[in-house]
């Protein structure tokens, strides 16, 4: 395995489904991220986590419930979420959090559609 | 306030030949870093390049460049002998220091098609 995994690589969903999205590296890195990206908007950060430690939450409804049970995992779980949190799901991770140099390793993104 | 800017919603350029992609960005940081992603239809971002606020040389890699012009807050990235797989989309994103440090901030991006 190399890099960042995510899967599913594609999910559809209803409304009152219940599922989770799962993210994986293997780059030996403290810091992840969950990002969503829509059509014809900017990447959006969702959540970061240093070390297992959510510090970050950006304004994130809370359909949208993030895990970390060690610094290689990561988990985006869904519920009752709304046709609008259709989007392409980037999860990443980087060294570190720190300012400045810290490259971010995107995975492949979980296509999301909720009917 | 729009952080990163890219104002360029789509390029076309033909096969081998070089185009600049424009980014201008915004900051009261002295430190910070910018960096360029492209995103093939595949979805997944790629690092391509990285310039920091305090350095003096404009990156290189390969045959990507970032024109770092530091007074006018503009980091074009330059893609030179254009090949068909540069096709895709390319944000520009901006890492400040500090406290913030963690977040990164990308721009709308642009979409870029090479012609054979």
């Known amino acids: 395995e190399t890099g960042v995994t995510q899967t599913p690589r594609h999910l559809v969903m209803g409304m009152t489904n219940k599922k989770s999205l799962k993210c994986e590296q293997h780059?030996?890195?403290?810091?992840m991220y969950w990002y969503k990206q829509s059509a014809k908007k900017p990447l959006e950060l969702m959540f970061v986590y240093s070390l297992e430690e959510r510090v970050e939450n950006n304004s994130v409804p809370s359909r949208f419930s993030p895990e970390c049970p060690n610094s290689s995992h990561l988990f985006l779980h869904l519920h009752t979420l709304q046709p609008e949190d259709s989007a392409l799901y980037l999860c990443a991770s980087s060294q570190s959090v720190g300012g400045g140099y810290n490259e971010q390793f995107f995975g492949p993104g979980t296509r999301l559609t909720v009917l | 306030a729009q952080k990163i800017t890219q104002t360029q919603p789509g390029m076309f350029v033909q096969e081998k030949e070089a185009v600049t992609l424009d980014c201008t960005y915004d900051?009261?940081?002295?430190?910070?870093?910018l960096f360029w992603y492209k995103q093939p239809s595949s979805g997944e971002m790629i690092f391509l390049i990285y310039?920091?606020?305090?350095?003096?040389q404009n990156a290189t890699e390969g045959r990507y460049s970032l024109n770092f012009q530091k007074a006018r807050k503009s980091a074009n990235l330059v893609i030179s002998a254009s090949q068909l797989g540069d096709s895709a989309m390319y944000f520009c994103a901006m890492r400040e220091g500090g406290t913030g440090g963690f977040k990164t901030i990308f721009g709308a991006g642009t979409r870029l098609f090479v012609k054979a």
């Open positions: 900051t009261s940081d002295q430190s910070y870093g």
């Open positions: 780059l030996g890195h403290n810091a």
């Open positions: 310039q920091g606020s305090y350095d003096e």
